[in-house]
């Protein structure tokens, strides 16, 4: 069977005239955001804030809860307006938190050259959303290389 070619293809319009001429822009800070714990299609993640407490970006907002669920980190600093249904991009209304941002978008600081041990940078991991995975390790990985 001889291969076949497809010619052409799908050309659509660019529409870059738009904005091509214009300069990258800061946006400004919103005076309220709105963050739904349901960020995937695993478990949503469980509230660890409440309404009323000041966060830091980065600070972990929501911790996960069952299978394939992550934790949620406050994306600036504020203080947390509510905890509630909100509609969401999925087309239901869903959990989520209103945080109002204070302008400063101050950090949550880690403590720089610790000694830390592997469970301690497991948990870190985990806490950030990374989910670990076992791969298997080469008894020699640099053999047969010059």
């Known amino acids: 069977m001889a291969a076949r070619r497809f010619y052409g293809g799908v050309h659509p319009a660019y529409n870059k005239d738009l904005a091509d001429k214009l300069a990258i822009e800061t946006m400004p800070v919103p005076k309220r955001l709105i963050v739904p714990f349901a960020q995937n299609l695993g478990a949503a993640p469980k ?16 911790e996960p809860q069952g299978f394939v669920s992550v934790p949620l980190h ?17 087309g ?25 041990s592997k469970r301690s940078v497991d948990r870190i991991f985990a806490e950030f959303g990374l989910q670990k ?4 390790v080469p008894a020699r990985p640099h053999a047969g290389l010059p």
Do not use: E, N, Y
Not at 78 to 89: C, L, S
């Open 92 to 116: 239901a209304d869903m959990p989520a938190a209103v945080i109002v941002p204070d302008g400063r978008a101050a950090q949550k600081l880690r403590q720089a050259g610790l000694r830390i």
């Open 133 to 136: 995975k076992t791969l298997p």
């Open 47 to 62: 509230p660890v804030v409440k309404k009323g407490d000041t966060v830091k970006k980065g600070q972990i907002i929501a």
């Open 74 to 90: 406050a994306p600036t600093s504020g203080t947390v307006q509510a905890i509630d249904v909100f509609p969401h991009p999925v």
